[in-house]
């Protein structure tokens, strides 16, 4: 399996970024009472469509999608009108600590004593992961702050590893492989969906 870079013109003319949980939920028929049963699975899907092009621009893209044979081979993007964080995102941030799991991140490097460092809706990336913050966040008087973030980890990442909060990408694998229709202009209309690779 590789990893590809997409065609980066024409960006997308709109996306849907759609979150995944795994949680089941059960209903009693006779008192309506619901009880959650909640799964390990957390993950992202999106959906692009890119603006009516003609051959000359489409054919990068066309390129692309048979470089990535379907589902074999992966990509990386990121959500196109989230390319910079919310907050003060001052710093040089890193993960603090080996063996972390979970829903909660504890990083270092920030901007000293500064609420609001990073907001919540803001993304990050760990590694090749993309997550986002479900929470606003501080950093203290050692530039430290805990990120509350979405899906929880699913590998601890390595202590002291930069985040990444510019221009963040994930890795995805196309749901199956588009069509290209083109009208009698030599217009393409071009739109595909991927989820997260994991």
């Not at 202590?159 to 069509?179: C, F, H, I, Y």
């Amino acid at each position: 399996m590789t990893t590809y870079a997409p065609p980066t013109i024409p960006a997308a003319q709109s996306s849907k970024v759609k979150p995944r949980s795994v949680v089941a939920v059960s209903e009693s028929p006779f008192t309506y009472e619901q009880q959650a049963q909640v799964g390990q699975g957390q993950g992202w899907k999106i959906e692009i469509t890119l603006p009516p092009m003609r051959r000359a621009n489409a054919a990068p893209w066309l390129a692309f999608f048979l470089r990535l044979n379907g589902r074999e081979h992966t990509f990386t993007m990121g959500d196109s009108d989230a390319k910079h964080p919310l907050g003060v995102a001052s710093g040089d941030p890193l993960v603090d600590g080996a063996g972390q799991t979970g829903s909660a991140l504890n990083t270092t490097g920030w901007a000293t004593n500064t609420p609001g460092i990073l907001l919540g809706g803001s993304y990050i990336q760990i590694g090749t992961h993309l997550h986002m913050l479900t929470a606003d966040a501080d950093s203290d008087a050692s530039g430290d702050a805990t990120l509350q973030i979405w899906p929880k980890l699913r590998e601890s990442p390595a202590d002291a590893l930069p985040l990444v909060l510019v221009n963040t990408k994930g890795v995805w694998r196309l749901d199956s492989m588009p069509e290209w229709p083109a009208d009698a202009n030599s217009i393409y209309s071009l739109s595909f969906n991927a989820t997260e690779a994991l």
